[in-house]
């Protein structure tokens, strides 16, 4: 753990303009570009590099390897008006990069408190994360894309461009959210969804491909879709039919499980 104090020398790594509170947590291998402010409550681990007129504020905790900035800002209030300065928190994992003029907030009431962001992922230009949202692993999130309060985003999820998610809506993982669109409902594992309000276009053919999801496993997929989404069938009813017809896998696992969490609603 380094700390500064009136009577250090100026950390390795930290441009001289830049304002860290002598109670912040900042490990020696952290690289802190021009005019970049830290408050005392603040955790960055090794190798992360946060780059010019970036604010990272709040109880905010950020792991290895990260790319922040430049003109992020990190651990602000949230946009919540029940929310009265408790101490709420932000976590970001490893290897992440956050663009310029992200935003990302703390947790707020209501929830558990605090907003997550996992490993690998990539926040591009202006995509802000609202209070409580929950962001897994190795996500893409392009420029402009607003998240409201309490979504979760699974793993390798990708949000195009300029697209608005509604609070307390989920994406299932390795789903694609395109260009434009405002999603107002969950969006099931694997899916592709588009517009305003979004509705489901298909299976996300290429994004299976590329994590490796086997053909044999991709067409059982298929043909789960065609139960769920393809005819008249209740949902509770589609998905007994897909426990009896589909071969069993950790995909279908996935989908179905997801389908019977759903509080908003699936995208159909």
Do not use: W
């Not at 430049?70 to 209030?77: D, E, L, N």
């Amino acid at each position: 753990m380094t700390k500064q104090d009136d009577n250090s020398s100026i950390q390795t790594g930290i441009h001289p303009t830049a304002i860290v509170d002598p109670r912040a947590d900042i490990d020696p291998g952290v690289e802190l570009g021009p005019f970049v402010v830290i408050g005392p409550d603040v955790r960055i681990g090794a190798g992360t590099v946060i780059k010019a007129h970036t604010i990272i504020e709040g109880h905010t905790e950020i792991g290895e390897q990260n790319v922040i900035g430049p003109s992020a800002f990190i651990g602000q209030p949230p946009q919540d008006t029940k929310y009265k300065d408790e101490p709420t928190r932000l976590r970001i994992g490893n290897r992440n990069i956050i663009r310029e003029q992200a935003t990302l907030h703390c947790g707020s009431v209501g929830g558990d408190l605090e907003t997550v962001v996992g490993d690998g992922c990539m926040l591009m230009v202006g995509v802000h994360i609202a209070h409580n949202c929950k962001i897994g692993n190795e996500v893409i999130i392009a420029n402009g894309t607003g998240l409201g309060g309490h979504v979760e985003i699974e793993n390798k999820v990708v949000l195009g461009g300029l697209s608005g998610i509604h609070q307390y809506v989920r994406v299932g993982t390795v789903a694609m959210v395109s260009a434009l669109s405002a999603v107002s409902k969950d969006v099931p594992p694997y899916a592709m969804v588009s517009g305003n309000r979004a509705k489901l276009f298909g299976l996300n053919r290429v994004g299976m491909e590329r994590v490796g999801i086997p053909k044999e496993r991709r067409a059982e997929l298929r043909k789960a879709y065609k139960i769920l989404f393809e005819n008249s069938l209740k949902l509770k009813d589609a998905v007994e039919k897909i426990s009896r017809e589909v071969t069993p896998s950790q995909e279908i696992d996935n989908l179905l499980h997801f389908i019977e969490k759903s509080t908003r609603g699936i995208t159909r």
